[in-house]
C-alpha cells in the first residue's frame, strides 16, 4: 500500500487521514470521527466512546463498519501508533450508529475532501493552492509559504531518487533525512526540533526562510550527487547524504561568519503568533 498520510479539519478539529494511492481512497481515524460526533473533548474520551460502541456494533453483527483496518497514524505523544482507520463507505455506516447533529455536515464534508483529492490528481496545481491556502490561514506570509512549497517540490524530488534506486520508505529514508539534517546543522532531527520547542510539529513547519533554504540546498545536492555517482548500497547512500549536506553545511559557515549570528534559530511558528509570524523570515 502506497500511503500519504495527512491531517484534515472539520470545523476546526484534526481528522488524521492516510491516502492509499493504489486504491485511491481515503482512510480517516475513527477515533477522530468519533470524537468530534459524540463531543467528546479528550482522546482518551474518545477512545473510550469507540471501545464501547465497537463491542455494541460486533455484538448485533456489523461486521462492515467494525472491521477496520489499523495503520500507523501520528499520536498525541508524536510517536506513530497503530490506530483504527475507515474508508468513506464505512464511515458513512459509522456515522449511522451515531446521534449527533454534526452527522450530515460530516458526510458533506468528508465528500468534499475525495472530490479534492481527485481533483488534485488530475491537477496538481490544486495541491500547491490547497496547501497555499492551509498555510495562509496559519498566518504564514506570502515570501515563506514560497519558501516552503518549494522545499517540499526538493523533498519529493530527493525521495523520488531515493525511491527509484530502491530505498524503502520508513526506516532508511527517516535515517538519511537525519543525516542530511545533522550533517549541514549540527544537530540531528530531534535535538532541532527540542531546541525550537516542538513535539509532534513538522520541523520545516517551524523552520526561519534561512533554515528552509539552507535545507533545500542540503536535500538538492544530495539527491544531484546521487544521479551522477549511482550509489547501490545503502552505505554509499549514506556517504551521499553526507556530501550533499556538507555543502549546505560549508555555505551556513560562511553566512554565520559573514553575519555574526547563528542561522540556526530557536523561533518556531507557535511562538511567533502571539506577535508577528512574518518575524520568522528574518530571524
Known amino acids: 500500500m502506497t500511503k500519504e498520510t495527512s491531517i484534515k479539519l472539520f470545523e476546526e478539529k484534526k481528522v488524521r487521514s492516510v491516502w492509499d494511492e493504489e486504491k485511491n481512497e481515503w482512510y480517516f481515524s475513527v477515533v477522530d470521527v468519533v470524537g ?11 477512545r473510550n466512546y469507540w471501545k464501547v460502541l465497537k463491542k455494541r456494533l460486533i455484538e448485533e453483527g456489523n461486521k462492515p463498519v467494525t472491521n477496520c483496518n489499523r495503520l500507523k497514524l501520528l499520536a498525541q505523544d508524536g510517536k506513530m501508533r497503530l490506530t483504527d482507520v475507515a474508508n468513506t463507505e464505512q464511515l458513512f455506516r459509522l456515522i449511522q450508529s ?18 479534492e483529492r481527485i481533483d488534485q490528481l488530475q491537477d496538481p496545481e490544486l495541491s500547491i493552492e490547497q496547501a497555499m ?6 498566518g504564514y506570509s506570502d515570501n515563506w509559504i514560497n519558501q516552503r512549497l518549494k522545499s517540499i517540490e526538493i523533498r519529493k524530488d530527493l525521495t523520488d531518487e531515493w525511491k527509484k534506486r530502491g530505498l524503502q520508505e520508513g526506516q532508511q529514508f527517516a535515517t538519511l533525512t537525519d ?7 549540527d544537530k540531528t532531527t530531534k535535538e532541532y526540533k527540542r531546541y525550537k520547542g516542538l513535539k509532534k510539529e513538522n520541523l520545516r513547519d517551524n523552520m526561519t526562510n534561512t533554515e528552509l533554504v539552507l535545507n533545500m540546498l542540503a536535500e538538492l545536492s544530495t539527491k544531484n550527487i546521487s544521479e551522477a555517482s549511482n550509489p547501490e548500497t545503502f552505505g554509499e547512500h549514506a556517504q551521499v547524504a553526507v556530501q550533499g549536506s556538507e555543502i549546505a553545511r560549508n555555505a551556513r559557515r ?6 555574526g549570528k547563528s542561522a540556526i534559530s530557536s523561533l518556531n511558528a507557535k511562538s511567533l503568533k502571539n506577535s508577528n509570524i512574518n518575524e520568522i523570515e528574518n530571524n
Open 179 to 185: 543525516i542530511i539534517t545533522k550533517t549541514w546543522s
Open 133 to 138: 491556502t492551509d498555510y495562509k490561514r496559519l
Open 98 to 115: 451515531i446521534p449527533s447533529p454534526k452527522a450530515e455536515p460530516f458526510k458533506i464534508w468528508m465528500a468534499q475532501v475525495a472530490k
Open 254 to 259: 560562511e553566512l554565520e561568519l559573514k553575519t
Open 36 to 46: 468530534i460526533l459524540s463531543d467528546q473533548l479528550t482522546q482518551d474520551g474518545a
